[in-house]
Each structure stands twice: as C-alpha cells, then as structure tokens.
C-alpha cells in the first residue's frame, strides 16, 4: 500500500511564502512522476506544478516564476516552495505521484494525498 501525506499548509498574507511538502511510504519501487494539484472552492482541480524522474518540470502559467517544485529521491519526498502568493492562489493542494510498487507485475499507477489547505488573505 502507498501513501503520500501531505504538510505545510496554513494562512500568509498575498506576498508571502509557504513551502509544502510531501512523503511518500510504502512498498515503492520507483517513483516516475511527483506533482501538485491545487482546488479552489468552486473550480476543478488543476494541475499546478510537475518534476519527472529525470528532473525537468513544468508548471502552469499562472505560478511561473513564482513557485518551485523539487524532490529528494532518497527521502522519496517532493516540495513546493511557493512565493508572492496572491489571494487567488488560495486552494487545497493535493500531492500526486506516479509510482511503481515493488510487487511483481505492478505497472506505474496514480496515488493522491489528503490535501492541505493554504489560504492567502489580502
């Protein structure tokens, strides 16, 4: 069973910083994708930022230049450092991965965290 739990959510001010985080556990055999999904109230959930086993990312226009996703392959957890946050950054983050179980067989699937909420007030 894999699981990702997500923290570092909470409340900043629209020009502030928060850095989320995720870890990964279970019986994981690689890791091919790591991402951050974000829902607002009342909007489907996007994604918002990407890194691939290789390194390279990608992020929606609307953070470009304002957030960073990175990962520690040894701790097998991914981050997303968020900078001058607006008001409209306000959403529940959900990590997202693409992982390999080490059970025989096992093809890469797709596993969500819980969700943590980050709220930017004006």
């Known amino acids: 069973q894999v699981h990702l739990v997500e923290s570092g959510g909470g409340l900043v001010q629209s020009g502030g910083s928060l850095r989320l985080s995720c870890a990964a556990s279970?019986?994981?055999?690689?890791?091919?994708?790591m991402g951050w999904y974000r829902q607002a109230p009342g909007k489907q959930r996007e994604l918002a930022a990407l890194?691939?086993?290789?390194?390279?990312?990608n992020y929606v226009d609307s953070v470009k230049g304002r957030f960073t996703i990175s990962r520690d392959s040894v701790k097998k957890m991914v981050y997303l450092e968020m900078n001058s946050l607006k008001p409209e950054d306000t959403a529940v983050y959900y990590c997202?991965?693409?992982?390999?179980?080490?059970?025989?067989?096992?093809?890469?699937?797709?596993?969500w965290g819980q969700g943590t909420q980050v709220t930017v007030s004006s």
């Open positions: 997202y991965a693409v992982i390999t179980t080490d059970q025989e067989m096992a093809v890469p699937s797709a596993y």
């Open positions: 890194i691939v086993s290789d390194g390279l990312t």
């Open positions: 279970g019986s994981i055999s690689s890791i091919n994708v």
